[in-house]
């Protein structure tokens, strides 16, 4: 499967739960983290979603957000990745930062030059991705 999403990340579904519109449905990911999808009832049947079966979960780069000090808030977003910062590729505009999760994957993030001024992102510093599970697409696979 070729995607345009850089975040691309294989797993077994571990839980769906059906609502009347939509469904939440859990992807286990080698490394131990837990993804939280929120996809239509009717994308379930479609692709044949139950527990056990492998998924790709697809998160666009400019959907995640980094935290570097929550600060005592509590964000709404199922999806909260700790990890260190690997790496910071600068651009005009916008820049790509790479941060590596405990569990030995890797989350793409696209954010402003001036966001990585403001959290001062460097390579070796702990940040955390966030992302909403209304923000992830799920191909199956085969």
Do not use: C, W
């Amino acid at each position: 499967m070729k995607a345009s999403a850089r975040n691309q990340f294989s797993g077994i579904v571990s839980k769906v739960a059906i609502g009347v519109v939509n469904a939440e449905v859990h992807v286990g990911l080698n490394g131990g983290e837990t993804i939280v999808a929120s996809i239509t009832k009717e994308s379930v049947e479609t692709l044949g979603i139950k527990t056990g079966i492998a998924v790709i979960a697809l998160v666009k780069a400019p959907q995640i957000i980094i935290v570097t000090d929550f600060g005592g808030y509590r964000l709404s977003a199922r999806n909260q990745f700790p990890g260190t910062v690997s790496q910071v590729k600068p651009g005009a505009v916008n820049a790509e930062v790479a941060i590596e999760l405990k569990g030995g994957g890797e989350v793409a993030a696209t954010v402003t030059e001036g966001s990585i001024a403001t959290l001062d992102l460097r390579k070796g510093q702990p940040a955390t991705a966030v992302f909403k599970a209304g923000a992830v697409i799920l191909a199956v696979v085969g």
